[in-house]
Structures are given as structure tokens and as C-alpha cells.
């Protein structure tokens, strides 16, 4: 079921128009907007245009502006940031600060709209009331678009607070874009060499490794902007699912047929796999035994991991 107003601040773009709204349009507003109903919507600087589809063939126009922000009440925002790095630091993490709502209240700054003077709402359809259940859905959608980019709070105002803040020599770019670590970070430049070791090995037992299976969901939060219900139980069924599926197919790999000889466990192998992702088995004897993928796990599922040692190939 979609929600609109997940986040603190679209919680307050929500219930302060809802506050305003004298003829109970917002609760239909909300239907239409779960319905699909709004059929396009456009936002530049602080106007939104949408289509909102209705009882007539063709769909009704809105029109939205939010009032911008004075250049010294962007200069409040800037300063108050400046001052207080608990707040630049919440803003590094991609929240914005309740803090900053009450710092404007106190100048008397308006970030929400307090009365219908305080935003200008217009529908092409013949309903008198303000906000129509037309206006009302593009305001569930706006709300949405605010969970998603809390920023927008500031935009709406034409306020661009990520680059007033760049400008203002406070280099925030990692906010706009995030880098996502790919697997390609992994792997070294063709101009690396590796250094010789000829000291002793170290052998990894990977049998000590922690199950995390109770942990991994507490990474997520119960409600993510992703999800419209509690995620935590959808990942935890899936990796207990997945848990199952592994411990059974480790049992079939353990019953399987041998690919090689009975005492192959006594034996040091080393596992290396080519440019294309083949793999191949080399005794220590110099033989070597070339292998599929799934002979390959048959052997791993039969050796212990103390008996595994990493290499390089």
C-alpha cells in the first residue's frame, strides 16, 4: 500500500496543510493520489505543475507556487549551519535537521505553509474548495517526493541549500551523488605488482567466521523508503530461506561421488582459476586435474577449512 509522508519532513509538509484544510479535501486527495489518478507533475524552482485526472475526458490543470525564500533568510540558513556542526554532519548523512524547522519558526521563517495566503493552489476544475481533492492528490505526491529527497523542502523556496552551501565553502558534493563501492575497486591496476612473501603462510579458518544471520536485519529500519510495510521480517525469511536452501545443498554436495582420489583431502591442492574464470586443481605433486564448476564445490563441501590455504593465480 503506497504511504506519503514517511519521513519527519514529509510528515510536516502534510500536517501543515492538513491543518489549513477546512473542507476535508486532503483524505480524497489521498485516494486519488493511490489511485494513479495524477497523470503528471513537474516541479521547477518553486512551481509545480501537474494533470489530474477526473470525472471529464480531459484531465484538470494544477498550478502550485511556494513562495521563495528572501536573500537574508537563505543567509539565516547558511549561518545557522555554519555555527552548529551537529547540524552539518546530519546534513552529510542526508537528513535535515529538526533543528532547523524551530531555528526558523524563531525568525519567524516559514518552511511550511501556515495558511492558504502562505501558498498559491489553483485547479482547472469547477470544485470551489481550496484545496480540491485534485490539489489535494498532487500534495500526497509532493509529500512523497519529499521522503525521497528531503532537500526539496528548501527547493520548494527556491533554495538550492546543497550548492548555497558548496558556494558558501562548505563542499558537500557527496550529498548529490553517492559513490557506490563496485566490485571493480577490488581489483588491482594492471601496473601493480605483488610483493614476494617467503615467510610462513597464514591460513584462514573460516569455520570461525560469526553467523550473522540474526544481525544483517537489524541494518535495516523497519519502515525503508523503499517498502510501504516492516521490511524486517521480508529480509529475515528470505535469508533464512536462503540459510535452508545452502545447508541442504552442501548435504547433496557432501554425498556426491569423489572426483578425485579417496586420500585427495591428505593431499596440498592449490585452486586457480584463469583470465576467462576457469578453474583447475594442482597437487603439490605437479599433476594437474582440470575441473568444472560443480566438481569444484564437491571437493570444497569435503575439505576443512583449516586444510584451504588463499593463493594467487
Same mark, same amino acid.
Given at each position: 500500500?503506497?504511504?506519503y ?18 473542507t476535508n479535501?486532503?483524505?480524497r ?7 494513479g ?6 516541479i521547477?524552482?518553486?512551481?509545480i505543475?501537474?494533470?489530474v485526472k477526473?470525472?471529464r ?12 525564500f ?5 543567509k539565516?540558513?547558511?549561518d545557522?549551519?555554519?555555527?552548529d556542526?551537529?547540524l ?9 535537521p529538526?533543528?532547523l524547522?524551530?531555528l ?5 521563517i ?17 470544485d470551489?474548495?481550496v484545496?480540491c ?11 512523497k ?9 528548501f527547493g520548494?523556496?527556491?533554495f538550492?541549500l546543497?550548492a548555497e &552551501?558548496s558556494?558558501?565553502?562548505? =563542499? !558537500?558534493?557527496d550529498? *548529490?551523488t553517492?559513490?557506490?563501492? #563496485?566490485? /571493480?575497486?577490488?581489483?588491482p591496476?594492471?601496473?601493480y ?8 603462510k ?8 560469526e553467523?550473522?544471520?540474526p ?15 516492516d ?20 548435504a547433496?554436495?557432501k554425498?556426491?561421488?569423489?572426483i ?8 596440498h ?18 599433476k594437474?586435474?582440470?575441473?568444472? &564448476?560443480?566438481?569444484?564445490l564437491? =571437493? !570444497?563441501?569435503?575439505? *576443512?577449512?583449516?586444510?584451504l590455504? #588463499?593463493? /594467487?593465480?
Amino acid at each position: 500500500m503506497e504511504q506519503y509522508g514517511r519521513t519527519w519532513w514529509g510528515q510536516q509538509w502534510l500536517k501543515s496543510l492538513d491543518r489549513i484544510d477546512f473542507t476535508n479535501r486532503l483524505p480524497r486527495g489521498k485516494n486519488y493520489a493511490k489511485k494513479g489518478m495524477v497523470a503528471s507533475i513537474s516541479i521547477h524552482e518553486n512551481s509545480i505543475q501537474a494533470k489530474v485526472k477526473g470525472s471529464r475526458p480531459k484531465p484538470y490543470d494544477i498550478n502550485i507556487i511556494v513562495p521563495p525564500f528572501f536573500d537574508e533568510e537563505k543567509k539565516f540558513f547558511i549561518d545557522a549551519i555554519k555555527k552548529d556542526p551537529l547540524l552539518l554532519s546530519q546534513l552529510l548523512n542526508r537528513q535535515l535537521p529538526e533543528e532547523l524547522l524551530t531555528l526558523a519558526g524563531n525568525r519567524h521563517i516559514k518552511i511550511f505553509p501556515q495558511s492558504w495566503q502562505d501558498i498559491k493552489l489553483n485547479c482547472s476544475c469547477p470544485d470551489w474548495a481550496v484545496p480540491c481533492k485534485h490539489l489535494a492528490a498532487v500534495i500526497y505526491i509532493i509529500a512523497k517526493e519529499i521522503d525521497q529527497n528531503p532537500f526539496l523542502v528548501f527547493g520548494l523556496h527556491r533554495f538550492n541549500l546543497l550548492a548555497e &552551501l558548496s558556494t558558501n565553502q562548505l =563542499l !558537500l558534493q557527496d550529498l *548529490e551523488t553517492e559513490k557506490i563501492f #563496485s566490485i /571493480h575497486d577490488c581489483i588491482p591496476d594492471k601496473k601493480y605488482k605483488p610483493v614476494k612473501w617467503d615467510g610462513p603462510k597464514e591460513v584462514p579458518d573460516f569455520s570461525l567466521i560469526e553467523n550473522l544471520l540474526p544481525t544483517l536485519p537489524l541494518l535495516f529500519t523497519a519502515n525503508p523508503l523503499f517498502y510501504d510495510t516492516d521490511f524486517k521480517p521480508v529480509i529475515q525469511n528470505h535469508y533464512k530461506r536462503q540459510a535452508r536452501y545452502e545447508a541442504n545443498y552442501i548435504a547433496q554436495l557432501k554425498q556426491a561421488a569423489d572426483i578425485l582420489p579417496n586420500d585427495f583431502r591428505y593431499y596440498h591442492y592449490t585452486i586457480t582459476y584463469n583470465d576467462k574464470g576457469q578453474a583447475a586443481i594442482i597437487a603439490v605433486n605437479g599433476k594437474e586435474y582440470a575441473t568444472t &564448476l560443480p566438481q569444484l564445490l564437491i =571437493l !570444497l563441501s569435503k575439505t *576443512e577449512s583449516k586444510h584451504l590455504e #588463499s593463493g /594467487h593465480g
